[in-house]
């Protein structure tokens, strides 16, 4: 196992942590990035972002980076799969603040795939070793690459994909331990993100299925990484990247009591309608209140109740009154 729980990723930048939050599309927006630092996170990833909704300026697209020059340390995840692109868009990204561009080569959804970005670039390892050496060369920040271990199980080709990745200017690879053919079936195969860390110098962090801080201590003592990357496992329970962290770290092992927790959740939902307009913010809140009650005492009654609410005081006026209820019980 690795028991160095820091970070140095290029030349400058100096984590005090090594536990990551993951990109999530429609997920780790900015409040719930707040919402994670706030717990204890250090190192968070915005959704993944359109490289020609860059580069053609949509303005939903460009809109997901303006909160980013408010935060520090921020990785925003491109996707695409045309070299220049890729780079120009890395460039703007810069521009609005980024600390580390990271290009996901990892998704398989078959959207993103059927136009050669995300794993599919893991089939062309030649353009994605370009992807790297184009953008490494427009920007002055690390360069780091989210794939998985190979296209299926014929095809586990993550340990010579990811040194290819490093030889052309990548300062940290994200392993998520499962093939493109697996999706998010079965379990991730940490002792195989391990052929991947010694095959390279630039620190490697594991991913998938770290869901406690036993799952991470077993997960770099199987995979050697340098860290652990957290996703799924953070839906619900923002305050998971810095328990494991202070576990890792610090040997503490504490989870949030209820209390902390309604404190927690005051917070998020706070963050949303800040930066959320009206109609839009009770949509965002209402699917975060169904995962931070998921397997509470009669949270299904709650979330009947919760979709049905069409206002942020509503929402607020039935959180307040099923919490109370909460404690009580």
Not at 10 to 30: E, R
Not at 63 to 75: F, H, Q
Not at 122 to 146: D, F, H, N, Q
Not at 152 to 163: E, R, V
């Amino acid at each position: 196992m690795n028991c160095n729980t820091q970070l140095q990723i290029g030349n400058n930048l100096f984590l005090h942590q090594n536990v990551l939050l993951a990109p999530l599309a429609g997920i780790t927006d900015f409040p719930f990035r707040q919402t994670v630092r706030m717990c204890g996170g250090e190192l968070t990833f915005t959704e993944m972002i359109s490289a020609n909704g860059l580069v053609y300026e949509n303005q939903k697209t460009l809109a997901m980076l303006l909160p980013v020059k408010e935060e520090y340390p921020i990785g925003v995840q491109i996707f695409g799969s045309d070299p220049e692109i890729m780079s120009e868009a890395a460039v703007i990204c810069q521009e609005y603040g980024a600390t580390i561009i990271d290009i996901n080569m990892g998704c398989p959804q078959k959207k993103v795939v059927k136009t050669g970005a995300g794993a599919a670039l893991m089939l062309t390892p030649r353009v994605a070793s370009k992807i790297v050496e184009e953008i490494a060369k427009k920007v002055s920040i690390p360069v780091s690459c989210k794939i998985r271990l190979g296209w299926d199980t014929k095809d586990i080709n993550g340990a010579l994909f990811a040194k290819m990745l490093e030889q052309a200017g990548a300062s940290m690879v994200t392993v998520h331990g499962r093939t493109r053919s697996q999706m998010f079936s079965g379990r991730a195969n940490w002792p195989l993100i391990k052929t991947v860390k010694e095959n390279l110098s630039i620190p490697v962090i594991a991913n998938g299925d770290v869901k406690t801080l036993e799952d991470a201590i077993k997960c770099l003592e199987e995979s050697n990484a340098d860290g652990v990357m957290i996703g799924r496992a953070a839906i619900g329970s923002p305050w998971i990247i810095g328990q494991v962290a202070d576990g890792l770290h610090k040997g503490i092992h504490k989870a949030p009591d209820m209390s902390l927790i309604l404190d927690i959740i005051d917070f998020h939902l706070e963050m949303i309608e800040q930066y959320y307009t009206k109609d839009v913010a009770p949509k965002i809140c209402r699917k975060h209140l169904a995962w931070y009650t998921k397997g509470m005492r009669n949270s299904a009654s709650f979330r009947n109740h919760l979709f049905t609410a069409k206002t942020m005081e509503e929402i607020r006026s039935l959180a307040k009154d099923y919490f109370q209820m909460v404690i009580k019980q």
